[in-house]
């Protein structure tokens, strides 16, 4: 951005006289001492594309690709059909738009429309949104939604990837509510405790399918306990898995 905002030396004087300082290194008086470089770090110098592209293709050539991945934790193989590539960079698609207008022909917002309305195939959902920016923000605000005036706890697999759970975590420590974790029977979410734990008070249960162990849940059973108690049910869901999973709705 340096070469079309460029700023000055005057212009520069001139905005740190307006604030009140002498030079731009008061504007990091806050900053203890230590936490401060004394000299600017060792960066390489640019490179031409071309140069970058290839030490990046050398440094993945090291990697070991296996066929078979069982490793669980969010780690699946994909497969990423050729006409995928074509789809994305339609003009359709790449067009500039403004988020302030709802307009379907500006190019990311009818991405969205196709993403919410594929989403509602997978699921059975009647409804889908796009509003955030991965799946452990969503999960907390699904359980931020689920909460009501009497019911405010809620009780999330220990199966469910530690980072998701950490998100909501750190939601329902900023909103004062309560978050219980199901205790984990061979690899997949222990039943029996999650009816011992759920009771009028509880919100929401949070399951992951499949889960961090790359093991199927029994959603069937967890959805029904919740909805017993008047509670939600909420699931992480991997939207390639539900193409061939039973619909979670």
């Known amino acids: 951005m340096g070469d079309y905002l460029h700023n000055t030396d005057g212009q520069r004087k001139e905005m740190l006289a307006a604030i009140g300082v002498q030079s731009c290194d008061d504007l990091y008086t806050s900053v203890p001492e ?3 470089l004394e000299n600017f ?3 390489p110098n640019g490179k031409p594309e071309l140069e970058v592209f290839r030490t990046m293709n050398q440094l993945a050539d090291r990697n070991i690709v ?3 991945i069982f490793r669980g934790a969010g780690a699946y193989r994909h497969y990423i059909p050729a006409v995928v590539g074509a789809m994305v960079g339609k003009e359709s698609f790449v067009t500039s738009y403004t988020p302030y207008q709802a307009e379907i022909s500006q190019g990311l917002l009818q991405s969205i429309f196709e ?6 195939r997978l699921t059975g959902m009647d409804v889908a949104n796009a509003s955030v920016y991965d799946g452990a923000t969503a999960a907390a605000e699904a359980v931020a939604m689920c909460r009501e005036r009497n019911r405010s706890k809620a009780l999330v697999s220990g199966a469910a990837h530690p980072e998701v759970i950490d998100t909501i975590r750190t ?7 309560a978050l219980e974790v199901i205790p984990v029977k061979d690899g997949s979410t222990d ?3 999650l009816e011992a734990m759920i009771d009028e008070g509880t919100s929401c249960v949070f399951l992951a399918q499949p889960n961090y162990y ?3 849940e029994n959603a069937d059973s967890a959805g029904g306990l919740a909805h017993a108690k ?3 049910f909420i699931m992480g869901v991997n939207p390639i898995a539900a193409a061939v999973l039973k619909t979670p709705f």
Do not use: H, R, V
């Not at 993403?115 to 509602?120: D, L, R, S």
């Not at 939601?171 to 509510?177: E, L, N, R, V």
């Open 115 to 120: 993403y919410q309305t594929m989403i509602c």
């Open 34 to 36: 230590e936490l401060i």
């Open 171 to 177: 939601y329902c420590w900023a909103s004062g509510a």
């Open 214 to 216: 790359g093991i199927l």
């Open 66 to 68: 296996f066929k078979s």
């Open 230 to 232: 008047g509670a939600k």
């Open 41 to 43: 770090p060792d960066i």
């Open 191 to 193: 039943i029996d405790a």
